[in-house]
């Protein structure tokens, strides 16, 4: 197996194919729509399944709105028990976010 392809089968090693935009890098409209995020979270850091939304910072806004309405709302399930479960899930499909 060559080295180029040992490489591109650890997940460790492979680059996103979306241009992910930091936080000390987002100016303008991506920076306003990380502040909304951060304003409905009372977090810092903006983790990366939002930042992946950077490069449309008005998709952002919305998805930020209905993930708020849809998952994080208080119901028959506490937000939680929600994020405890998202969280569980992504465990299990070794997803990083």
């Given at each position: ?20 935009i930091?936080?000390n ?17 009372g ?17 952002l806004?919305?998805?930020?709105e ?18 405890m ?6 465990y ?6």
């Amino acid at each position: 197996m060559s080295k180029a392809s040992t490489l591109n089968t650890s997940s460790a090693s492979q680059a996103t194919k979306i241009k992910i935009i930091e936080d000390n890098e987002a100016t303008g409209e991506i920076a306003t729509a990380y502040d909304f995020w951060r304003s409905g979270s009372g977090r810092q850091q903006v983790p990366g399944i939002i930042k992946c939304f950077g490069a449309r910072p008005d998709f952002l806004r919305r998805v930020v709105e209905f993930s708020n309405t849809v998952h994080f709302s208080e119901g028959h399930l506490s937000r939680r028990h929600k994020e405890m479960i998202a969280s569980y899930v992504s465990y299990l499909n070794r997803c990083p976010y």
